[in-house]
């Protein structure tokens, strides 16, 4: 059982906006702004995509954000395009001093 | 370019041992920690823990103390990961990756899928 929780699947169509939830608790989520969120497509690495709840790395498509409130974080993908179905994980520091994963949502682009 | 390149996939045994591999490039290897991650099939990511690698320090997630073993050869800007006696539920992809900013890894290997099967 997965410390945090995503739904398992979402979808949208080309050019619409869909938001992927990360619930924990105050101990992960709401304790920490340590909420990164992680994309992997079928048989590869995963790719990170943001870190510190909403931060992006260099190279990562504004058309990715994260946001924080209270114990749930939420990544949101704008303009979806094809590309962009792939399973993502949001990922939180602990007050245990150890990282926890969410169970992984599967994104449908329609 | 910053990369971490894996050893290639294993078939082993129940009760074998096997150690995985990740060389690291592009960055000084001390600098970062490194963590590893499991994927069983068609399963989601479970963080097994972390290493040190200035000191050396492995630190390990509940359900991986016991038969895994995290260790460096800082030489060759590597680490590795054991596991001893090996289960057929140890089956998966294992990957290794850095840790950037946050916590977050920023880098990962490619991935070595370990299968056990008698």
């Known amino acids: 059982q997965s410390a945090l929780t995503q739904p398992a699947s979402v979808s949208g169509s080309p050019g619409q906006s869909i938001t992927i939830s990360c619930t924990g608790t105050?101990?992960?989520?709401?304790?920490?702004?340590?909420v990164s969120w992680y994309q992997q497509h079928p048989g590869k690495a995963p790719k990170l995509m943001i870190y510190d709840v909403s931060n992006r790395p260099s190279g990562v498509s504004n058309r990715f954000s994260g946001s924080k409130s209270g114990n749930t974080a939420s990544l949101t993908i704008s303009g979806l395009q094809a590309e962009d179905e792939a399973d993502y994980y949001c990922?939180?520091?602990?007050?245990?001093?150890?990282?926890?994963f969410g169970g992984g949502t599967k994104l449908t682009v329609l | 370019q910053v990369q971490l390149v894996q050893s290639g996939s294993e078939l082993k045994k129940p009760g074998a041992s096997v150690k995985v591999s990740c060389k690291a490039s592009?960055?000084?290897?001390?600098?970062?920690?490194m963590n590893w991650v499991r994927q069983a099939p068609g399963q989601g990511l479970e963080w097994m823990g972390w290493?040190?690698?200035?000191?050396?320090?492995?630190t390990y997630a509940q359900g991986f103390t016991g038969r895994f073993v995290f260790s460096l050869d800082t030489s060759v800007s590597t680490a590795y990961l054991q596991i001893s006696s090996l289960k057929a539920e140890d089956t998966a992809v294992y990957y290794c990756?850095?840790?950037?900013?946050?916590?977050?890894?920023?880098?990962w290997g490619q991935g070595t899928l370990v299968t056990v099967s008698s």
């Open positions: 592009g960055y000084t290897f001390t600098s970062y920690a």
């Open positions: 990756a850095r840790v950037g900013v946050g916590r977050s890894f920023d880098y």
């Open positions: 290493i040190n690698t200035n000191t050396g320090n492995p």
């Open positions: 990922s939180s520091y602990t007050s245990s001093s150890t990282l926890g």
């Open positions: 105050s101990s992960d989520v709401g304790g920490y702004n340590y």
